[in-house]
């Protein structure tokens, strides 16, 4: 049987690193004339792997922000990425410190 916490731990790990990843290209694209920010949910598979369901059909989605553009066409706003990106990292640590009290317990079960 799928231990539905450690599955959404794993979902949870992964939608942060593709969250990150998707900040990171939005960074590194600032200046670039015609860049559309991209977005990474992954709350709708979050969810899912807590009621129970498998864990290895529940990916982020990617998506394109509709936020306002400026006269370049860009819509990457730096401000937003930051906080974006500092919450992501402190949110993957509690996860990564979840997976570690898992398996702590798990280790303290066996002996």
């Not at 066409?73 to 930051?82: K, M, P, R, S």
Request: proline share 4%; hydrophobic share 40%.
């Amino acid at each position: 049987m799928i231990d539905p916490v450690q599955s959404a731990i794993h979902v949870a790990l992964n939608g942060l690193a593709d969250r990150r990843s998707a900040i990171d290209d939005n960074i590194a694209n600032i200046q670039t004339p015609g860049y559309l920010a991209k977005t990474s949910n992954f709350e709708g598979s979050l969810q899912a792997a807590l009621r129970g369901e498998s864990a290895a059909n529940l990916a982020p989605r990617r998506g394109v922000s509709m936020a306002p553009t400026t006269t370049a066409g860009n819509n990457v706003n730096l401000d937003n990425e930051t906080v974006e990106s500092i919450s992501t990292g402190l949110r993957y640590q509690a996860m990564v410190e979840a997976m570690n009290v898992k398996f702590r317990t798990l280790r303290t079960s066996m002996g």
